[in-house]
C-alpha cells in the first residue's frame, strides 16, 4: 500500500529532525549575550550532535548534511570560512571508522571516546587558524571550550536518545 501524502511529509519531516535540531541549536548557541568572554567557553553542540547522530542515525546525517552544517557554522561564527568544515569532516571520518565498536559501547567508553575525538577536533582547529592567520592564537580558550564541550555531552546525548526513541522510530 503506497502511503499517502501526509506520511510521506511526516516521514520527511522526521528524517530531516536530526540536521533541522542540529542546525537550530547550532544558531542558538552562537546568539551573541553580551556577556565578557562566553565565547570562550561555551560548548560545540555542533560537534556533540555530529558525534550522536552520525553514531546513531548516519542514514539520518550524512556526509554532506555535516558539510552543510559546518559550512553554515563557519559563516555565522566568523571562523575562517572552510576550517570548521574540514574540521567537522575530518571527526566524522574518524568517527565512521569506529562505528562498528562504539555502537554497542558503554555509556562511559563513549564519553572518553568523545573526549579523545574532540580534543583532537580543538587541537586541529588551533592548528589551522596557527597557519592561517597571522600571530599565534591563545591556546586557554580552546582548551576551556573543549572541556565545557566535553561537559555538557552527557545531557545532550540524553537528550538526543529521547528524540530518538520518540520521533525517530523505526
Known sequence: MNPTFWQRIDGLARSACP???TLLLSVLFLVPLRIPNLAEVVPSVLLIS???WTLYR???MPVWAVFGLAFIHDLLSGILLGV???ILLLFCL???GQRKFLVGASFSA???NFFI???LAFLFQ??????LEPGIPDYRPVIFQNLTTVAVYPAFSWIFALIQRTLLKD
Do not use: E, K
Open 126 to 131: 588551533w592548528v589551522l587558524i596557527y597557519l
Open 50 to 52: 555530529v558525534f550522536y
Open 84 to 86: 570548521g568544515a574540514l
Open 58 to 60: 548516519p542514514d539520518l
Open 19 to 21: 540536521f533541522t535540531i
Open 117 to 119: 575525538l574532540s580534543s
Open 110 to 112: 563513549l564519553w572518553i
Open 94 to 96: 574518524a568517527l565512521n
